[in-house]
């Protein structure tokens, strides 16, 4: 990290301060998720350093007593429910857009993209009542149709993003070898727009998984999601296993990320896009 | 001429089939959109149902509201022959006694007191009290019995704000949201001095989420430049500090910030050791004391940290296209180095500043948990406000007026970002 032999002394200054400047913005960034890590395992039932000692007990707290493990097991139902309609449902309206240039089109997208524009207590609000006429306000139901409708813009954009450089001669090129639709599209663009498809599908798991307000108009007693429990739980008064619900997201979203760069890097490297 | 005379004699071009080449390719078109709107529709639809037509009706509820209406239909019939100067006449009395009898046998008097209660506040119990007593009156004279129950029905404004309600469809929950209200001759007025608070609310939700894209363009530049600039592999490393944030619950993120800005946590801890407790003095006091929790500086910091990666993506990505060589031009042709990146590097990266400046924005302006964990009363945005109207006051009509302003601000901006950027190449992580 040494700088240029031919550097003005301007430079040079302005070289180090822009990476201290970074330095400190990332620590920022990163400070508050690492701090609350330790926390979870403290003995005692405050959150402040030193720790008198360590316990796991706000884990055992979490994953034993049936409010948070109830919690856990709604949020992964209702979140893979979700993650199955958006993608499926999105990936098909991504392959439409690609396919012709039609009238009205940027209309359309910006109605598809809405969903994740509006504010959400917008849509709380109108699903709510709207939900409610229908019979699906307070059922399991009503949240993975809402959560739904806030998770196909993700796929959406994912794959509308990996088929902005797919190269449409391959289709082509299938057909007059003599392939039926379907095969092309399972055997040719299917391979190509996975990783659009993978990381549009864990955007979709993510932003219900974490989803709270929709969760706090439509959801029951019996459907109370992970992030619920962890609002109320909040305002009423913090209990550490709070800690260690954050400590088990925090891995979980380790965990997605760390699988959208993989997938990010196939395929730059299976189209030969250098980024 | 061997090719002339293969060519039929009108001289079109033909497929194999002999149909005109013209036609052939219309049709093939025309199958392509038949197909791409098969595959669009089914996410157009339910996007239309499950979200788009929800929102509609809530924005009709903004302006229609029956439950006067449709309660107390005799006395708003009554009310029409009425000149609005004295007190109405003994028919229309008689006619709200019928109606308040057939309310309290349905069990609407509530809702009647509710929205009434709106316009004239402590009207509700007195209301729900009438309705009670009304059953003992069988004879006329009406007109003094009914004020003898309560002398609020001795009042002009009473009945002018029922006249008001004869029609379903109002725009007393749009003015209250503007600070307006009608006036008794029905035209439209400020509200006075101590009722007008949405305007501030409106105000400091946009203030806030100003003041946040600010402060995510002043720390998120520096970072999308140092990571563009930066060899690939030490980009990686330092891109996952980003990329981890922004994968993070929004709400664990919160529940971080609250726990650590708690008054003995870690971060008051923190500034007492390193001595940047000034900081405080500086932005967040209660009370003339210096405070993190429940202040504006802690709502704007952790809001700052949630939106910063959305800031500098879009930067980020539009630094990575730009070639060394310009500043290297630049430089070349006498340029000092602050003077070329000021002139030559920094205009073109203004489609990503604007992308990520108006996304943040946008998203900004609908913040409800972050400000309702971390920030104070005077700290709560429109969305916050629309949270206890539903939950709170179960008022739905309240709650729908602020929905449309808070719906019109993000609209108007996206339509903007549309426009200038295009959302067809938003791009996420």
């Not at chain 1, 920022?28 to 030193?50: H, K, R």
């Not at chain 2, 809530?58 to 029409?80: C, E, F, G, S, W």
Request: proline share 6%; charged share 15%; with cysteine.
């Amino acid at each position: 990290m040494a700088v240029p032999s031919y550097y003005t002394r301007g430079e040079t200054v302005a070289y180090y301060a822009l990476r201290a400047f970074v330095g400190l913005v990332l620590l920022f960034l990163i400070s508050p998720i690492i701090a609350i890590m330790p926390l979870s395992f403290n003995s005692e039932t405050f959150f402040s350093y030193p720790m008198p000692g360590y316990s796991l007990r706000w884990y055992d707290d979490f994953f034993l007593n049936p409010r948070w493990s109830g919690a856990l097991k709604v949020s992964f139902i209702v979140a893979l429910a979700t993650t199955a309609l958006a993608t499926f449902l999105g990936t098909l309206a991504a392959l439409g857009l690609a396919r012709v240039n039609f009238y009205g089109k940027s209309s359309v997208m910006a109605v598809l993209i809405s969903p994740m524009i509006v504010p959400v207590i917008i849509s709380a609000v109108g699903m709510f009542k709207f939900y409610a006429l229908l019979g699906v306000a307070g059922t399991r139901l009503g949240i993975i149709l809402a959560h739904t409708a806030l998770a196909t813009p993700f796929v959406v954009i994912t794959v509308t993003a990996t088929l902005s450089s797919f190269d449409k001669t391959l289709m082509r090129a299938g057909a007059s070898c003599g392939a039926a639709p379907h095969t092309v599209f399972f055997k040719v663009v299917m391979p190509l727009i996975l990783p659009g498809m993978i990381s549009g599908a864990l955007f979709a798991f993510v932003t219900s998984f974490d989803e709270v307000i929709v969760v706090l108009f439509l959801a029951s007693p019996e459907d109370r999601t992970l992030p619920l429990q962890m609002f109320s739980g909040i305002r009423e008064m913090i209990s550490p296993t709070i800690t260690a619900a954050a400590t088990v997201l925090v891995l979980i979203s380790t965990a997605l990320l760390v699988t959208v760069e993989l997938l990010r890097r196939r395929s730059e490297r299976l189209r030969g896009v250098r980024a | 001429m061997a090719m002339a005379q293969a060519l039929p004699h009108d001289a079109t071009m033909r497929t194999a089939d002999g149909t005109p080449l013209k036609v052939a390719l219309a049709r093939a078109e025309r199958r392509e959109k038949l197909k791409a709107f098969a595959l669009v529709s089914p996410l157009f639809a339910f996007i239309v149902l499950s979200f788009v037509f929800p929102i509609l009706v809530m924005l009709y509820n903004a302006a229609h509201d029956p439950d006067v209406a449709d309660n107390m239909p005799l006395t708003i019939a009554a009310l029409a022959q009425w000149d609005g100067k004295d007190l109405p006449s003994e028919e229309v009395y008689a006619a709200f006694v019928t109606d308040m009898k057939a309310a309290q046998q349905n069990r609407q008097v509530a809702l009647i007191g509710k929205r009434l209660n709106y316009e004239i506040s402590g009207i509700r119990s007195k209301v729900i009290a009438t309705g009670r007593k009304v059953g003992a009156l069988d004879q006329p004279p009406f007109k003094e019995a009914v004020i003898a129950i309560d002398p609020i029905w001795g009042e002009t404004e009473t009945w002018a704000t029922i006249e008001r309600s004869s029609s379903a469809y109002t725009p007393f929950y749009m003015l209250s949201m503007l600070d307006m209200r009608q006036a008794v001759d029905g035209s439209v007025e400020r509200q006075p001095q101590e009722r007008r608070i949405y305007i501030d609310v409106l105000k400091r939700t946009l203030g806030i989420s100003l003041l946040v894209t600010l402060m995510t363009l002043i720390f998120g530049y520096p970072v999308a430049y140092l990571l563009a600039t930066s060899p690939q592999k030490t980009a990686s490393i330092l891109m996952i500090f980003v990329l981890l944030p922004f994968w993070t619950s929004l709400l664990v993120r919160t529940t971080a910030w609250m726990i650590l800005m708690q008054d003995d946590g870690v971060f008051s801890q923190f500034m007492s050791i390193t001595g940047i407790t000034w900081l405080l003095n500086l932005f967040g006091q209660i009370d003339g004391s210096p405070r993190l929790f429940h202040t504006r500086f802690a709502t704007v910091v952790a809001m700052m940290h949630i939106q910063l990666p959305f800031t500098l993506l879009p930067i980020y990505s539009v630094m990575k296209t730009i070639s060394p060589n310009y500043m290297r031009a630049a430089k070349s042709l006498g340029g000092t180095p602050f003077y070329s990146f000021v002139r030559v590097y920094m205009p073109q990266t203004l489609p990503g500043v604007a992308a990520g400046c108006l996304l943040t924005f946008i998203l900004s302006l609908g913040y409800f948990i972050t400000p309702a964990l971390v920030g104070g009363p005077s700290d709560q945005m429109i969305s916050g406000f629309i949270f206890s109207a539903t939950n709170n006051e179960n008022n739905w009509g309240k709650a729908s007026a602020l929905g449309v302003i808070l719906l019109i601000a993000t609209i108007i901006l996206y339509y903007v970002y549309n426009k200038l950027v295009g959302i067809d190449r938003m791009k996420l992580g």
